[in-house]
Nanobody
């Protein structure tokens, strides 16, 4: 199982980014997918998750701003991040059963 995360970058407060997580060796149509993040100097924390049936859940800190989704035809997961804040600065990781992606850095700064 391999996950390839991408889409991070530098964005101003209030801006948007969409992260992608391409999977090989596993199908998101049959497995849950999650996003975690690790802010500078802090522990990794849960951000959002989606089950194979499309049921989603979010950390309170991102509810209403972030949206997790999957495209089963592309076997790719996404995290749409809107209204970004400086506190969202972190390395973002996607995760599924048995595997973590390599992480993609999101920096929110003016």
């Amino acid at each position: 199982v391999q996950l390839q995360a991408s889409g991070g970058g530098l964005v101003q407060p209030g801006g948007s980014l969409r992260l992608s997580c391409a999977a090989s060796g596993i199908l998101f149509s049959a497995n849950a997918m999650m996003w975690y993040r690790q802010p500078p100097g802090k522990q990794r924390e849960f951000v959002a998750g989606i089950t194979s049936r499309g049921v989603t859940n979010y950390a309170d800190s991102v509810k209403g701003r972030f949206t997790i989704s999957t495209d089963n035809a592309r076997n790719t997961g996404y995290l749409q991040m809107n209204s970004l804040k400086q506190g969202d600065t972190a390395v973002y990781y996607c995760k599924t059963i048995g595997a973590w992606g390599q992480g993609t850095l999101v920096t929110v700064s003016s």
